[in-house]
C-alpha cells in the first residue's frame, strides 16, 4: 500500500516533525545543563608504570610513564606490570602497572587554581621478579599533610583505592613517597583533580558539643564511606565529578526495618536557596531512598540504622543527603537523624527547607573524635520518626550517606606523627599524672623566675634615666640585656636600654657590644620617607612596601616598612635585625638600624641605587646589561653567600635566594638582601636543619622540599637557578608559557641535555659571549642544580668557577679583539663529569696566543 501527501499536507507534516525534534532537542539540552559535568583547571592523571597512555570507558585518558616523568623526581626507574590479572583482584586496567620506589620520591605539579583538589591514589601489589610488593612498607605525603604511615598491601588480591580532598594553597603540589628502611614504595595511578569551591562549605552542624562547627578548610578530607542510599553504585562515568558511590545494603543493620524507594532521576529538582545542585551529587543519588518499612504502625519506635567501620581517633564530616520522593504532599513528613548515637536534628522538616518535593537537599554534621558515638571504631548513622503532637505520619527518609576523615592537629590522616616526621603524644592516665608533676614543678619554676624578674624590673625602674617615657613601647629594650648600665655604654646621658640622643635629634647607636645597630623613631622615618609618601616607594616584598629615605645630612636610606597583614611578622622582623647585625661584608646589603614603636616594624638599609638585578634582566624598560657585567654580578652575589655559608661564627643558610634579593648599588656592585627567612646552619655533628618548607617557588631546592631538611646546599640549588635566569632573561616560573617551559630549571637543563642551550638564552647576548666562558658558567649552574644536596658544589666552588668563567671572558676580549668568540658557542652539551677536560680545552684555547697565560683564578673573601 503506497501513501501520498499534497504539497500543503506534506509541509503540514514536515514542520510538525521538525517541532517535536526541537522540543526534544530542548529537553534533552536541558537535562544535560543540570547534570552538567564540572570542568576542573587542573586535571593530572598518570597511570604508573605504564608504557603507554590508558582511556577509560568514561572517556578520561591517563598519562603514561614515559609522559609523566617531567613531574616525578626520583632516583631509580622501575617498573611492574602484571599482564595475566585474574577478574577477582580488579577490574580497572590502572591497577595493572606500577611504579617502584626504592628511595624518597615525589611527584610535583603545577597548580593553576589553588583550592580543594581531588587527590585519588591506586594501590595493587603487582608482580614483580625482584620486588615482592606485598612486603612494601612506606609512608606518603604531600606538602604539608601526612597521607598515609607505615602504609602495606599484604594481601595480593586485594586493590587499595584513596580518595582525599586537598585543600592546595600554593601554585605547586607535591605527593612523595618515603619507603621504610629496607624496604620500598609503590603507586599504580594518580588522580590530581580540581574540586569546585562550592563543594565543601566552612562550617557545619556539630554534634558533641552540638554548636556550629567553623574551620573545615583548615582540614584535608579522606573520603572514607560514599553510599547511595536505596540505589545501585553509580559510577564516575555517571557522576558529575568522577566519583564513585557503593550501595548502602552492606552497611544496614538489620535491613528488614528499611524499604528501598525510587524515582525517576528526571523528575528531581535542585534549589538555590539550600545550597543543592549537581555537583554536590548527582539526580540518580536523590532519585533513590530508604524509608521506615511498615511505617504505617500505630507506634514506630525504632529507627533505620547503618554501622561504618572508622578510626576512633579522628573527626569525621558527615554528609547526608535527602530528598523528599515518597510524599504526596508537602508537610507530611517530619523524622529525626542521628549521627554517632547522638541526635544532629531533631524533627527535620524538608518542605520547610525546599519548599517542594522532589527537591535535593543536605547537611553535614561534623563529630569529634572523642565522642562515644564512635569509641568502639563504629559510626552509626540513624534516621527515624519524630516525636510530638505535629510529627505527621510516622516515617524517615535517606538518601546518601558520605564520610570523610579529617586530618588532625599533626596535620595527618593516619596516625599522629606530621611532615617533618614530629609525633603528637597523646595523654593517658600515667601520662596526664606525669604532665601534672612536670606542670607542678614548670609552675614552681616560673613563679620563682617572675618574682625575681620582678625585682630586677623594680630595681631598674628606680634607677631609670630621663627621657625613659619616649621608648617605653619599644619592645627592643627588652632584647637586650638586664645588666647593660649607663656606664657601660659610655656615657652619662645614654638611653638605659642602649640608645642615645644625638645633638641633631636622631637617634645614636647601639653599643657595638650589642650590635643591633642605630634605633630610629617613628617620627624620624616619617620625615625621611615624606611621610611614607607612596611615591617613595621602590619595592614591594613579603614583608611590606620599600620606601627611599633621606637624613638630613642627605644619607639616603631603604625603609622597609612591616604590613600588619603580611604573612611575615614579628619572627621574620627579628630574625632580620639579629642576622645582618652580626653580618659585615661589602656584598651583603648592610643594616643601618629599626625602628619598633607601638606595633610598627620598620627596617633601615643602605640605599641601593640600582635596585634588584631582576629589573635589569626582564619586565622592566631598564637598559639591558653586558655578559661581563652579568658575570661580576653573579660572582658578587656568591661572594655574598659564601661568607654567609662559611664566615659567621656559625654558618647561615639564607633560604630565599633569587634574583629580587639581589640588590646593585651605583656602581653595580651585588649585594645579598633579605634575611627574613634565613636559618642558622647545622652544626658539626648535624647534617641538617629539620625546618617547614619556606622561600620562592622556582627557587625551592627540591630535596629541601621533599624532606624538610634544610642545608647550605638548599641555597646552591636556589643560586643555580638566579644563574639561568641571569643567561635567559626570563623568570623562574612563568604559568603563561606552555607546561614545559613553566620552570624555568627543567627547561634550561632539559636544552642543556640537547647541547642546544644558546637557543634559549637572551637575545641579547648574541655575539658577545666567549664559548669557553659560557661553558664554565653552565657547568657550574648545572652542578648547583644537582637533584641530590650531596652532589652540588659548595658557594666556595660556584664562585672559583664563575670567576674563572670572567677571567676567560676578559682574556678572550684582550687577546683577540678582531675574532667573534661567539662562533664557539655552538658545542654546549653537558660535560658535568669532565670539568677538567673544560678547563685544559680553555687554557688550550688561550695559549695558542702570545697573550699572557691565564693562572688559576684565586678566591678573596670580602673582596
Not at 609523566?68 to 595493572?96: D, G, K, W
Request: aromatic share 10%; charged share 20%; glycine share 8%.
Amino acid at each position: 500500500m503506497s501513501m501520498t501527501f499534497s504539497g500543503g499536507a506534506g509541509r503540514l507534516l514536515a514542520s510538525f516533525l521538525f517541532l517535536s525534534f526541537l522540543v526534544i532537542l530542548i529537553v534533552f539540552a536541558l537535562q544535560i545543563s543540570a547534570e552538567e559535568a564540572f570542568s576542573p583547571a587542573d586535571n593530572y592523571l598518570l597511570d604508573c608504570g605504564s608504557p603507554k597512555s590508558t582511556t577509560l570507558e568514561d572517556g578520561r585518558t591517563f598519562r603514561s610513564d614515559p609522559q609523566s616523568s617531567s613531574f616525578l623526581s626520583t632516583s631509580e626507574n622501575v617498573q611492574a606490570s602484571t599482564p595475566n590479572i585474574s577478574t577477582n583482584a580488579t577490574s580497572s586496567v590502572l591497577y595493572l602497572t606500577a611504579r617502584i620506589f626504592l628511595d624518597d620520591s615525589t611527584y610535583s605539579f603545577f597548580v593553576s587554581q589553588q583550592g580543594r583538589h581531588w587527590l585519588r591514589l591506586y594501590f595493587y601489589p603487582v608482580r614483580h621478579p625482584l620486588y615482592d610488593l606485598t612486603t612494601a612498607v612506606f609512608s606518603v605525603a604531600t606538602d604539608t599533610y601526612v597521607l598515609l604511615h607505615d602504609f602495606s598491601v599484604t594481601d595480593p588480591n586485594a586493590v587499595v583505592f584513596k580518595e582525599y580532598l586537598i585543600n592546595v594553597t600554593s601554585d605547586r603540589f607535591s605527593i612523595s613517597f618515603f619507603p621504610m628502611k629496607n624496604s620500598y614504595a609503590f603507586i599504580n595511578a594518580i588522580e590530581i583533580v580540581t574540586a569546585p569551591n562550592s563543594l565543601i562549605s566552612d562550617t557545619a552542624t556539630g554534634v558533641s558539643p552540638a554548636r556550629q562547627f567553623f574551620g573545615l578548610s583548615d582540614h584535608s578530607l579522606e573520603v572514607r564511606y560514599r553510599l547511595n542510599v536505596g540505589g545501585q553504585a553509580i559510577t564516575p562515568l555517571n557522576d558529575t565529578l568522577g566519583r564513585t558511590w557503593e550501595p548502602d545494603g552492606a552497611y544496614m543493620k538489620l535491613a528488614a526495618m528499611g524499604k528501598n524507594v525510587s524515582v525517576s532521576p528526571k523528575i528531581i529538582k535542585y534549589s538555590d536557596g539550600t545550597g543543592s545542585s549537581p555537583i554536590i551529587a548527582p539526580s540518580s543519588v536523590y532519585a533513590s531512598a530508604v524509608e521506615m518499612a511498615d511505617s504505617q504502625v500505630a507506634d514506630p519506635n525504632f529507627n533505620v540504622t547503618w554501622e561504618l567501620k572508622v578510626d576512633p581517633t579522628f573527626s569525621y564530616l558527615v554528609r547526608l543527603h535527602f530528598c523528599d520522593i515518597v510524599s504526596k504532599s508537602l508537610n507530611d513528613l517530619y523524622f529525626t537523624v542521628y549521627v554517632g548515637g547522638m541526635m544532629g536534628e531533631s524533627s527535620l522538616d524538608l518542605s520547610t527547607l525546599t519548599s517542594a518535593l522532589d527537591t535535593a537537599y543536605y547537611q553535614d554534621f561534623v563529630i569529634n573524635a572523642t565522642t562515644v558515638g564512635v569509641g568502639n571504631g563504629t559510626l552509626l548513622v540513624q534516621v527515624g520518626p519524630a516525636s510530638g503532637d505535629n510529627a505527621g505520619n510516622p516515617n524517615a527518609i535517606l538518601n546518601g550517606i558520605e564520610v570523610m576523615k579529617m586530618s588532625n592537629s599533626a596535620r595527618s590522616l593516619d596516625g599522629l606523627f606530621a611532615v617533618d616526621g614530629s609525633k603528637i603524644v597523646k595523654m593517658g592516665p600515667d601520662s596526664m599524672t606525669r604532665s601534672r608533676r612536670a606542670v607542678a614543678i614548670v609552675g614552681i619554676v616560673l613563679t620563682v623566675g617572675t618574682m625575681l624578674m620582678l625585682a630586677a624590673i623594680f630595681t631598674r625602674w628606680h634607677k631609670r634615666p630621663q627621657g625613659w617615657e619616649k621608648r617605653r613601647n619599644s619592645f627592643s629594650s627588652w632584647l637586650l640585656p638586664l645588666h647593660i648600665s649607663n656606664t657601660s655604654l659610655g656615657g652619662s646621658h645614654r638611653h638605659p636600654f642602649g640608645s642615645h640622643r644625638s645633638k641633631s635629634g636622631y637617634s645614636g647607636f647601639f653599643s657595638s657590644s650589642l650590635g643591633l645597630g642605630r634605633l630610629f623613631t617613628f617620627a624620624e622615618l616619617q620625615e625621611a620617607t615624606q611621610n611614607f609618601d607612596e611615591k617613595e616607594v621602590i619595592g614591594v616584598g613579603g614583608f611590606g612596601k620599600v620606601y627611599m629615605g633621606a637624613l638630613e645630612d642627605g644619607t639616603k636610606l631603604a625603609v622597609k616598612r612591616g604590613n600588619p597583614q603580611s604573612e611575615q611578622g614579628i619572627n621574620e622582623f627579628q630574625t632580620e635585625i639579629q642576622m645582618l647585625s652580626k653580618l659585615r661584608h661589602r656584598h651583603l646589603v648592610s643594616l643601618i638600624g629599626y625602628c619598633d614603636e607601638n606595633s610598627e616594624m620598620i627596617l633601615v638599609y643602605e640605599y641601593m641605587a640600582n635596585g634588584p638585578l631582576r629589573d635589569h634582566l626582564y619586565g622592566s624598560n631598564l637598559p639591558h646589561i653586558s655578559w661581563k657585567q652579568r658575570l661580576e654580578i653573579c660572582i658578587g652575589a656568591a661572594r655574598g653567600l659564601h661568607y654567609l655559608h662559611t664566615g659567621a661564627a656559625q654558618g647561615i643558610i639564607h633560604r630565599d635566594v633569587k634574583t629580587t634579593n639581589i640588590l646593585l648599588d651605583e656602581n653595580f656592585v651585588a649585594k645579598v638582601a633579605d634575611f627574613g627567612l634565613s636559618k642558622a646552619a647545622p652544626s658539626i655533628e648535624q647534617t641538617h636543619v629539620s625546618t617547614a618548607v619556606k622561600g620562592s617557588f622556582g627557587y625551592l631546592d627540591p630535596e629541601y622540599f621533599r624532606r624538610q631538611q634544610l642545608t647550605e646546599k638548599s641555597d646552591v640549588y636556589s643560586f643555580g637557578v638566579v644563574l639561568f635566569e641571569v643567561l635567559c632573561s626570563r623568570p623562574a616560573i612563568n604559568p603563561a608559557l606552555p607546561r614545559e617551559q613553566v620552570n624555568l630549571a627543567e627547561w634550561a637543563m632539559q636544552w642543556q641535555r640537547k647541547g642546544l642551550l644558546e637557543k634559549i638564552i637572551d637575545s641579547h647576548l648574541i655575539g658577545t659571549i666567549n664559548a669557553t666562558s659560557l661553558k664554565k658558567y653552565v657547568e657550574a649552574a648545572e652542578k648547583c642544580l644537582a637533584d641530590y644536596g650531596v652532589d652540588r658544589p659548595s658557594m666556595g666552588d660556584v664562585l672559583w668557577n664563575l670567576e674563572y668563567a670572567l677571567q676567560l671572558q676578559e682574556a678572550s676580549s684582550q687577546q683577540e679583539p678582531q675574532e667573534d668568540q661567539t662562533s664557539k658557542l655552538i658545542s654546549l652539551k653537558s660535560n658535568t663529569n669532565k670539568s677538567s677536560e673544560g678547563d685544559s680545552a680553555a687554557a688550550s684555547a688561550m695559549g695558542n696566543n702570545s697573550g699572557p697565560v691565564l693562572a688559576n683564578p684565586l678566591f678573596t673573601q670580602g673582596r
